[in-house]
């Protein structure tokens, strides 16, 4: 790709962009009743307070110059107060990011590392008991409920077999005393040198991780299958057996590498998709991240919080989906965007 | 007049039924389709099926188990949820939830789709412009935070699911009827007809459309199966229908709060979900690969 089309491209996502801060103020501007009222609720506050926010809001202004403001404002990563929280609504999201983008990279991990050998193994083996058995999984894979998957995982591993925590992160006592350099706790406790806590860590993350990634490694299973099956029938394959090379080093080494191209761009779409499942799978594990601060916003209707959290989704989606596009043709020269 | 009478019969072999004896062929296929008629059928017929009233409460019964277990009754068959409202009930009339949702956002997106790509694909110029743009900006967002986002600005109900997931539901349809369109308008029939001088929309809704209906009829089936997961999610966060109305979702979620000793509450449900959407999509499976041999892999 010429440095002249990934300008191009970049530039495309302009009204992309854009039109997503439209929708999503719109989103906003347009629901039903006062959102001041709706946000006091039940509590009781001053006139004073309540003007207070109003102005805060900027709700005295006209909507299109509302707009602006809230664009600007959302340029500067400024998304107003969380009342709830009595805080900035970015420094709440900053906090509760790490434990998502942990999460989603862990079930992204264990997706790849089960989808590409499972759909190389079925396209090797195709039509025999293993294909028939990954297919019928794959199949499984996109029509289980996330939710409700969860749930039955909580309840074998974590009530009936007692192996692995019910909610949470992290032990609370053993997360003590641990430097948070990098937010991720992974990370965080191998770098302090405290592998019970990283063990721990571990035996929080594994069955979130597990049932966000499920669907991925499904799709990814399949992809990767169709790939193969293609790239097995290439002349350079046939080549490679004619030259007398090994059936292993073929299937590894010639064959996959050209059959991962569909399958790390579907990856990097897929990765987008699980920033959703994140607000179900979070809720049901009671994994502290952004996703369930959102569903709780909703709630108690928090909606700056709101507003900001589906913004910055759909901005990091929007992005993932571009950066899928630049890769594919990075991968695949012979495509052209 | 012998010659016409034999030739009858050649001309009923349409496409359509070729294709038709092919899904038929597919016996997993064929056998899923069957298995979501009954569905249908449970759903409509809820109030003669159903053993119990759904939203009868009787709290002698409260988290009863299933019959086959120690303590289960004969009168609730998958036992009672934490109100002593029968689960099996609740599961036959969910299907109402489930099945409506998913077939009015389907319904609905299918036919602004089709409008929408048909107009951009055979319009070309501004309106193709417009509508990919919103297209595009649409596509932007992960489905189910958009669902969110909306649900929580509109509130839980019904109508509000519907318009919720309808909203960016279209666009998909939308994308293979422009595509198609694109490929259609060029052909010499399509061509024929405006020197015959048919009007614009003669040639989409009459000539172009029941051309390209198949990739939307097979792209249909296999949405719905994606629309009433995201139902049953949103219902599950508490966004969809609200209680005490039936629905999987919310069931599987009143569930979680018993997983320790009431394991029945939230798995009966939830498999009546995977069932739906498995058979779902095993059958759109298989019309895909009679009616759409471009797909087949």
Redo the contacts between chains.
């Keep these: 790709m010429t440095f002249t089309r990934f300008l191009e491209r970049l530039l495309q996502l302009i009204?992309?962009?854009l039109?997503?801060s439209v929708?999503?103020f719109v989103?906003?501007a347009?629901?039903?009743g006062d959102p001041v009222q709706i946000m006091i609720g039940d509590q009781i506050v001053t006139p004073e307070q309540e003007a207070q926010m109003r102005r805060d809001l900027g709700l005295d202004r006209p909507v299109v110059e509302r707009f602006f403001v809230f664009l600007g404002n959302a340029l500067q990563f400024d998304f107003g107060q969380s009342f709830y929280h009595r805080r900035p609504v970015s420094e709440v999201i900053l906090e509760r990011l790490p434990a998502t983008i942990e999460l989603t990279v862990v079930a992204m991990l264990i997706a790849l590392f089960t989808a590409i050998p499972l759909g190389v193994l079925a396209a090797v083996r195709k039509n025999s008991i293993f294909d028939r058995i990954a297919t019928v999984g794959g199949?499984?894979g996109?029509?289980?409920?996330?939710?409700?998957?969860g749930?039955?995982l909580?309840?074998l591993f974590a009530?009936h077999l007692n192996l692995l925590p019910v909610a949470g992160r992290i032990n609370y006592g053993i997360s003590q005393g641990i430097t948070p350099y990098t937010h991720f706790l992974l990370i965080d406790t191998l770098l302090n040198g405290r592998f019970d806590a990283f063990r721990n860590a571990l035996a929080h993350i594994i069955l979130p991780a597990i049932t966000l990634g499920l669907p991925m490694t499904a799709i990814l299973m399949r992809v990767t299958r169709?790939a193969m099956?293609e790239v097995l029938r290439a002349d350079y394959v046939t080549f490679a057996q004619a030259k007398g090379l090994s059936r292993q080093r073929i299937l590894w080494r010639h064959a996959l590498k050209n059959a991962l191209i569909p399958t790390v761009s579907v990856a990097a779409i897929e990765t987008?998709?699980l920033?959703?499942?994140n607000?179900?799978i979070e809720?049901?594990f009671g994994w502290p991240g952004l996703g369930r601060l959102?569903?709780e916003s909703?709630?108690v209707r928090n909606?700056p919080l709101?507003?900001a959290a589906?913004l910055l989704?759909?901005v990091i989606?929007?992005m993932l989906?571009f950066f899928a596009d630049i890769l594919y043709t990075i991968l695949n020269p012979r495509v052209k965007l | 007049m012998s010659v016409i009478e034999q030739s009858a019969p050649v001309a009923a072999e349409s496409l359509f039924r070729r294709n038709m004896a092919a899904f038929v062929e597919n016996r997993l296929a064929f056998g899923s389709a069957i298995v979501v008629v009954l569905f249908v059928l449970m759903a409509i017929f809820a109030p003669w099926i159903a053993p119990n009233d759904p939203y009868a409460t009787n709290l002698f019964f409260r988290l009863q188990p299933p019959v086959w277990m120690e303590g289960g009754d004969r009168a609730y068959p998958l036992g009672a949820d934490a109100l002593g409202r029968c689960i099996l009930s609740r599961i036959i009339y969910g299907a109402r939830i489930s099945i409506f949702i998913g077939a009015a956002v389907i319904l609905v997106a299918t036919t602004i789709g089709i409008l929408a790509g048909l107009a951009a694909g055979y319009l070309r110029g501004w309106v193709d412009v417009v509508i990919s743009r919103l297209v595009d900006i649409l596509l932007g967002f992960p489905y189910l935070i958009f669902a969110i986002g909306l649900m929580a600005m509109m509130g839980p109900g019904l109508g509000n699911i519907i318009l919720a997931l309808a909203y960016k539901e279209w666009v998909i349809p939308c994308r293979v009827v422009r595509g198609e369109t694109l490929v259609t308008r060029e052909l010499e029939y399509v061509e024929a007809a405006r020197a015959l001088g048919a009007s614009g929309k003669h040639i989409m809704l009459r000539e172009i459309l029941p051309n390209i209906l198949s990739p939307v009829i097979v792209v249909a089936t296999i949405r719905m199966a994606h629309v009433i997961i995201l139902e049953a999610s949103l219902s599950f966060l508490g966004l969809g229908v609200q209680p005490p109305t039936a629905s999987w979702g919310a069931m599987v979620a009143d569930g979680r709060a018993f997983i320790l000793e009431s394991w029945w509450v939230s798995t009966f449900p939830g498999l009546a979900i995977l069932l739906l959407v498995l058979a779902i999509n095993v059958a759109s499976q298989g019309l895909r690969d009679a009616f759409d041999p471009r797909f087949t892999e």
Excluded: D, E, R
């Design positions: 009204p992309v962009l039109g997503v929708i999503v989103m906003m347009l629901t039903p199949l499984l996109v029509s289980l409920p996330g939710f409700w998957f749930i039955l909580l309840m009530v169709t099956l987008g998709s920033l959703g499942g607000m179900i809720t049901v959102v569903v909703i709630f909606y709101v507003q589906v989704y759909a989606y929007v989906n």
